[in-house]
Each structure stands twice: as C-alpha cells, then as structure tokens.
C-alpha cells in the first residue's frame, strides 16, 4: 500500500486562529512520512481556503499564505474524494484518504467544517458533525451530561438584548465570585471570573464580543482535571492531568504561557479517584457523540464531587499541549499518537 493521503486544515475565520497554526504544525511534524502524505489545506484569517505546499515554520510565523494564490475546495462528487486546486493553468485534483481538520472555536470545531467535509465524502478524522456542534453549546452539553446524573454547575443563559436587572438579580442568587462565559466560544475567549456586582456588566460585554448568548455560571470550589479519550468503538484514556493555579482562572493567557500555574501529569489523585473519573469522562465523550479523540475538562472538588466543565473536540495538538501530555503519560510518544488517530478512525 501506498502512503495514505491526509488533508490537514488549519487557520480558519476564528479568535483561536493563532492557536490553530502551532496545533497543525505541531501535528503535521508528528505525522509518519512512511505512513502518511500531509496535503494542506489553510484559511486565512478573511476566509480565504488556500493549498499550501511549504514548510511548517511558516505555518507557526503565520506566512504561509504570502503569494499564495491557489484557492482550494472540496470536489463536489462525493465518490471523488477530492481536493480541487484552482490553479491559474487549471483545476489539478488530489485525491485524499482523510481530512483531519485542526481548527479551534467558531467556523472550525462547531461542527460548520464538520459538516462541509462530511459533505465531501471524504472519511472525516475526529469528531463529527453533532458532536462538535453540541460540545461547542455549553449549556446544550451541560443540559445533556447532566441526564447521566453528573453534576454540572448551575447556570442560568441570557440572550441580546439584555436584561441587566434581571441578570444583577440572577448574579445574586448564584453568589460572587462567578463565571461569565459565551455559550459558543473556545480557548477561553470572552470569559471572565467576576468577584463583585460593580464587574458583572463589564463582563456581560466582553462576553458579548464572541457570541450573542451569555452565561452566568456559578463558580465551583474545586480544581480542573483533563482526561484525553480516544476510540469510537473501543475507547481508551490518558493519564489524567490538574492545573494547579497561583491566581485567577485558567484563562487565555494562562493556556498558552503557564506564567502563574502549572499542569500536572499524571495528576496527583489516588487511583481509586483516577479511575472514577476516567469512567466519568468516557460516559461524558458518549453523552456527546464524540469521535476518534477529544478532552474532557472536569472539575475536581475538596470533597471529592466530580463537575463537567466542557469537551474540547479538537484539543491543542502541539507536543507540549494538554491532551499530548497526558497520552505520553499512558505511553503514546506524540508520533505514536498521531498514527494513532488516524489510523484507527481510518478503520472505522
């Protein structure tokens, strides 16, 4: 057999557009070249879906679409299995065994791409289409994970316009500090911890740059647990990971520089706890119709009570990113890892 041909999407129309390019570098460098041809497929900040034949730095340094001019798209018949490259000579045609796409937030892990390359036909890697949407809605994954009696943070959604009276009395009756959050947003974007009444409407509008829906959430004294799973069929973990915070909450900043917290894995909780909150997460990755891989965020509380915080269905792909870590901690080296994925997803 030939090396498999897998079309790697990255970049995208989203506030996580920066974070997408280190994740497919990070991803297209771990790939097998024995095993796999990467065909790359970029969008532009502006929404522009360019074929892309360099290297990966230009990728991290976010050049790579500098006289690029060769628009692609995804061949209409779907027994095709084809990337049609618009090129000023002609259309050329790749044919492409997989598409993988690395897009974080909106326009890429809300189930829009999903959705267009299920279209295609072409064998989609990673979440589908539903269980992208549904992971990206944080009150819709909370409303249905709490069905399998997990336990959830209250919280109470608010749409435009608002009602900020009504929103004050709300914030009451959860009680400070609290969370406020955009319902469809990723990487943190537009969420804030709010300590006292006199923040609240501040917030409410920073919320508002990322999406039209608003959540007051109540905050839960405990700390964030990750647990990558992999499978469809079969389901596998990695070890669990905590972030132990200094300050704050794990925000954007915090994600991606780690100045005032650190990521522990394996995290330091008895095997007893480990274990049930593995099983927690794989019941949370089912509730939700994930698919191939995902991150399942809990929280973690003195008293031992377990909280779904959210599922990442594209999780940071970089060697050093969060769901990385914790497959190399149950003994998946990144390259592994990523042969992995796409292997098994392959198979069906």
Not at 159 to 186: N, Q, W
Not at 234 to 248: A, F, Q, V
Not at 284 to 307: E, H, Q, S
């Amino acid at each position: 057999m030939g090396k498999l041909k897998i079309c790697v999407i990255f970049g995208g129309c989203s506030p996580e557009y920066s974070v997408s390019l280190q994740s497919a570098a990070g991803l297209i460098d771990s790939m097998d070249r024995e095993l796999f041809e990467p065909v790359l497929l970029g969008i532009t900040k502006e929404g522009k879906w360019l074929y892309y034949e360099g290297g990966t730095e230009a990728v991290r340094s976010d050049t790579w679409w500098r006289g690029n001019n060769a628009m692609a798209v995804f061949s209409p018949d779907m027994e095709s299995h084809e990337l049609l490259v618009i090129e000023e000579c002609g259309v050329k045609h790749i044919k492409v065994d997989g598409v993988l796409p690395v897009l974080h937030g909106e326009n890429g892990e809300d189930g829009s791409v999903q959705g267009l390359c299920q279209l295609s036909g072409i064998p989609l890697i990673g979440c589908k289409t539903l269980s992208s949407s549904l992971c990206m809605d944080k009150i819709r994954a909370h409303e249905l994970v709490s069905c399998q009696n997990i336990l959830t943070p209250k919280a109470f959604v608010f749409d435009e316009p608002m009602d900020f009276e009504l929103l004050s009395e709300t914030a009451e009756s959860l009680g400070y500090p609290l969370f406020v959050k955009p319902v469809r947003a990723g990487s943190s974007f537009g969420i804030s911890k709010v300590q006292n009444p006199e923040d609240l409407k501040s917030a409410v509008n920073e919320a508002l740059k990322y999406d039209s829906r608003v959540i007051l959430e109540e905050n839960i004294q405990g700390t964030e647990v990750g647990c990558a799973v992999m499978g469809r069929k079969e389901l596998i973990t990695g070890e669990l990971d905590r972030i132990e915070l200094s300050k704050g909450f794990f925000d954007y900043g915090e994600k991606y520089s780690l100045k005032s917290s650190k990521i522990n894995v394996p995290a330091p909780i008895d095997e007893a706890k480990a274990e049930e909150i593995k099983k927690i997460a794989k019941t949370i990755y089912r509730t939700l119709d994930c698919d191939d891989f995902a991150r399942v965020d809990m929280f973690l509380c003195p008293d031992g009570k377990v909280y779904f915080n959210e599922v990442n269905t594209i999780p940071g792909l970089t060697p050093h990113s969060r769901f990385p870590g914790m497959m190399r901690a149950a003994g998946y080296e990144m390259k592994e890892l990523v042969s992995k994925i796409i292997l098994d997803s392959l198979k069906g």
